[in-house]
């Protein structure tokens, strides 16, 4: 199955988004209502309905940008926060994006994209990242599908697949994550080398 622009924009338009909560998920907001520079440059790749950047802005984090390959993710987006600064939206395939920030969030997209592509993945938010900047956000560990996303993990995998870029401040089990998702969420806060 390839994972195309086509086939994200028909999860959208057939409502199938088991991974959106609808809401920013309890381990990331806790996160970032510890952040105090509200001035920081956020990206949000693979950011689908991304209630996280709704909550980022309505909490004056102004330079958050989101990044989604599916056109009706993004239009879903700017339909329930119009207000949302245009310039920080981008309809795009995050390997083809280029630009500098200080945090890159980590929600589902990780384990939407292929697992031949992780490594590039890994390369590329360093390539993303300011000197010292920040991937946080959270992994499943679960496994799931060989063949069609989610795509699972574990602990040990992660940790082999980003060392080599990042120093790992912190991977670790949730204790704070959605219901359905308890005991198989690792939060983490990997910092580029």
Not at 7 to 18: C, I, M, P, S
Not at 82 to 111: A, L, R, S, W
Not at 132 to 151: A, I, M, R, S
Request: aromatic content about 16%; overall charge neutral; proline content about 3%.
């Amino acid at each position: 199955m390839e994972l195309t622009k086509e086939y994200w924009n028909n999860r959208y338009k057939k409502l199938e988004t088991g991974w959106d909560v609808g809401g920013i998920t309890q381990p990331l907001k806790k996160y970032f209502d510890q952040v105090s520079n509200k001035k920081i440059k956020i990206l949000i790749p693979g950011s689908g309905n991304c209630h996280e950047a709704e909550y980022l802005f309505n909490n004056n984090f102004c330079n958050t940008y989101i990044l989604d390959y599916s056109q009706k993710a993004i239009s879903n987006f700017i339909q329930r926060v119009p207000v949302f600064p245009k310039d920080q939206i981008v309809n795009m395939n995050f390997f083809d994006f280029n630009g500098k920030f200080d945090i890159v969030v980590e929600q589902t997209f990780f384990c939407a994209i292929d697992i031949k592509k992780r490594s590039e993945y890994v390369s590329k938010v360093s390539d993303l990242l300011k000197q010292g900047g920040k991937l946080v956000g959270l992994f499943f560990e679960d496994q799931f599908n060989n063949d069609h996303p989610p795509f699972g993990g574990t602990k040990d995998e992660y940790i082999e697949l980003f060392r080599a870029y990042f120093d790992i401040k912190t991977i670790e089990i949730c204790y704070n994550s959605e219901d359905a998702r308890m005991g198989r969420e690792l939060f983490f806060i990997l910092i580029k080398k």
